[in-house]
């Protein structure tokens, strides 16, 4: 089966502009996560979707980060703007409901550097 | 509240020593816990996981105990190997809402 996709891989910015990322998540499932991971921490959740509604985005910065699951499917990360702190590896999750077994897939990240 | 204590790195072994790394949590409720890895360049992988208490994770040669007593979820490894060398982070997820705390990361480097 295919693996949580996301887009671009890579990015590279200046403070004040704004981005976006994409994740598409393993089929079927309807849990969607956003984490931020800052080099040398833990992944921290920054929005959790279920299907297209929105779980926990309390840790989301909304002045300037804002999110989107459309159609319960793909998803959209929108930084705007963005900062120099703002520089992480962003990563996308996804889960599919198994019981008392809720694993999380992980996609490769994208690496956003703001200069 | 709920969160995840790792111990802290670098780690540092040479081939086919023993691994260890400490994993306390604070929950409420009953979590499920989980030991992902992320090998260089690369996206987080679940390594094992345990959904109750005594539950005992495997996969690779590692393994985890969950400990209600002691609020722990060590990894262990008999005897590791250089391409054990990654970042391992502990996790735990609330028993209700699907949401997931993670540990800081242990970086592990396994010499020859």
């Known amino acids: 089966e295919a693996g949580v996709a996301q887009s671009p891989r890579y990015k590279i910015i200046e403070k004040r502009q704004s981005v976006a990322f994409w994740c598409n998540p393993i089929?079927?499932?309807?849990?969607l996560y956003w984490y931020q991971q800052i080099l040398g921490q833990g992944p921290k959740l920054l929005i959790q979707?279920?299907?297209?509604?929105?779980?926990?985005d309390s840790q989301l910065p909304k002045d300037r980060f804002s999110a989107e699951r459309l159609k319960g499917v793909d998803s959209t990360l929108k930084i705007q703007p963005a900062k120099l702190e703002d520089s992480a590896v962003y990563l996308c999750?996804?889960?599919?409901?198994?019981?008392?077994?809720?694993?999380?897939?992980f996609g490769p990240g994208t690496r956003l550097t703001v200069t | 509240g709920n969160s995840v204590t790792q111990m802290e790195g670098p780690v540092t072994l040479s081939e086919e020593a023993f691994l260890t790394i400490n994993c306390t949590y604070t929950?409420?409720?009953?979590?499920?816990l989980f030991w992902y890895v992320q090998y260089p360049g690369e996206g987080l992988q679940l390594l094992l996981k345990?959904?109750?208490?005594?539950d005992k994770g495997s996969n690779k040669g590692f393994e985890a105990t969950y400990r209600k007593e002691t609020t722990s979820f060590h990894l262990e490894k008999g005897s590791v190997q250089v391409s054990d060398s990654a970042v391992y982070f502990c996790?735990?997820?609330?028993?209700?809402?699907?949401?997931?705390?993670f540990g800081t990361g242990t970086s592990l480097t396994v010499i020859p």
């Open positions: 979707f279920q299907n297209n509604g929105v779980v926990d």
């Open positions: 089929s079927g499932h309807a849990t």
């Open positions: 999750a996804s889960s599919q409901l198994q019981g008392s077994s809720y694993e999380q897939y």
């Open positions: 996790a735990l997820r609330k028993f209700t809402g699907n949401q997931f705390y």
């Open positions: 345990a959904t109750k208490a005594d």
């Open positions: 929950a409420t409720g009953y979590p499920s």
